[in-house]
């Protein structure tokens, strides 16, 4: 149980609980800061640090960041279903919902992964490019969209006719 490192990530900070020193800390969702957490655990952890689990729920984009990481440094992840993680804070009376509690919540759900749950992460730098790129035509898409509607709702009005004539 002592080699689950939970992590609970947000946009630009990352709440770690480190159960063999009970250490709560918090740093900054960069590599800069995943790289000082992982030399403060090779400190702590010694020899055993090759067998460190970092416990998440993937986050949108803001998981990316340590997903990359991890794959680079060959660290060893457990990514646990958001609900799957609701589910066990509640099995657990967890009714305080901070960054502190979730991070040493998800420290302890690394109970609940099977061995074939946890592995390196593989990032597909060309799968990447493609989500990237199809990310940004679904926006130029919707923007198409909400630009056509809000022009067709000026149609109407004459006293918008410059504003018609720029969209």
Same mark, same amino acid.
Do not use: W
């Given at each position: 149980?002592?080699?689950?490192?939970?992590?609970?990530?947000?946009?630009?900070?990352?709440?770690?609980?480190? +159960?063999?020193?009970?250490? /709560?800390?918090?740093?900054?969702?960069? !590599?800069?800061?995943?790289?000082?957490?992982?030399?403060?655990?090779?400190?702590?952890?010694?020899?055993?640090? #090759?067998?460190? !689990?970092?416990?998440?729920? +993937?986050?949108?984009?803001?998981s990316s960041?340590?997903?990359?990481?991890?794959?680079n440094?060959?660290?060893?992840?457990? %990514?646990?279903? +958001? %609900?799957?993680?609701?589910?066990?804070?509640?099995?657990?009376?967890?009714?305080?919902?901070?960054?502190? !509690? #979730?991070?040493?919540?998800?420290?302890?759900?690394?109970?609940?992964?099977?061995?074939?749950?946890?592995?390196? +992460?593989?990032?597909?730098?060309?799968?990447?490019?493609?989500?990237?790129?199809?990310?940004?035509? $679904?926006?130029?898409?919707?923007q198409?969209? $909400?630009?056509?509607?809000?022009?067709?709702?000026? $149609?109407? %009005? /004459?006293?918008?006719?410059?504003?018609?004539?720029?969209?």
């Amino acid at each position: 149980m002592d080699n689950f490192i939970g992590l609970d990530v947000s946009k630009s900070t990352v709440s770690v609980f480190i +159960p063999q020193s009970e250490l /709560e800390i918090e740093i900054a969702n960069t !590599v800069k800061g995943f790289t000082q957490l992982f030399s403060k655990l090779k400190k702590l952890y010694k020899k055993e640090h #090759d067998s460190l !689990v970092f416990v998440y729920e +993937p986050t949108s984009s803001y998981s990316s960041t340590l997903e990359l990481f991890c794959a680079n440094k060959h660290i060893r992840v457990f %990514k646990i279903n +958001p %609900k799957a993680s609701h589910n066990f804070a509640k099995a657990l009376s967890i009714r305080n919902k901070t960054d502190k !509690v #979730d991070a040493r919540m998800l420290c302890h759900a690394g109970m609940l992964a099977k061995e074939e749950e946890i592995h390196i +992460p593989v990032i597909d730098v060309i799968v990447e490019q493609i989500n990237d790129l199809m990310s940004y035509y $679904q926006l130029l898409v919707k923007q198409r969209v $909400q630009t056509s509607n809000h022009l067709e709702k000026l $149609q109407h %009005k /004459e006293s918008t006719a410059t504003l018609k004539k720029s969209l």
